[in-house]
């Protein structure tokens, strides 16, 4: 099992560039698919992106398809999530999870358990 803790939140002003990191504890990290959610106030948290456990493969939601990149360093137990061309409906608290399988990695409802996740606040 790997404990995640999220990081590299911020204010930005639309257009701009954030990257957010999302470090693992734990030998088997390199073995998990890991997914990017967010929830913004008064909605229901939704999926972003997800990278499998070699970093071979990505999905992204198709609302930041060609503006965020996610990768992966599992030499250093850790995931970035590169956003770029932020839009003010970005803004949310940002969240990122692991799992073993790649089709249960991108389904909030598969985790029982969240960090605190790192707030991105995107002005306008």
């Known amino acids: 099992q790997v404990q995640l803790v999220e990081s590299g939140g911020g204010l930005v002003q639309a257009g701009g560039s954030l990257r957010l990191s999302c470090a693992a504890s734990g030998r088997t990290f390199s073995s998990y698919a890991v997914a990017w959610f967010r929830q913004a106030p008064g909605k229901e948290r939704e999926f972003v992106t997800a990278i499998n456990w070699s970093g071979g493969t990505t999905y992204y939601a198709d609302s930041v398809k060609g503006r965020f990149t996610c990768s992966r360093d599992n030499a250093k137990n850790t995931v970035y999530l590169q956003m770029n061309s932020l839009k003010p409906e970005d803004t949310a608290v940002y969240y990122c999870?692991?799992?073993?399988?790649?089709?249960?990695?991108?389904?909030?409802?598969?985790?029982?358990?969240w960090g605190r996740g790192t707030q991105v606040t995107v002005s306008s």
């Open positions: 999870n692991a799992d073993l399988t790649w089709t249960r990695a991108r389904l909030p409802e598969a985790y029982d358990y």
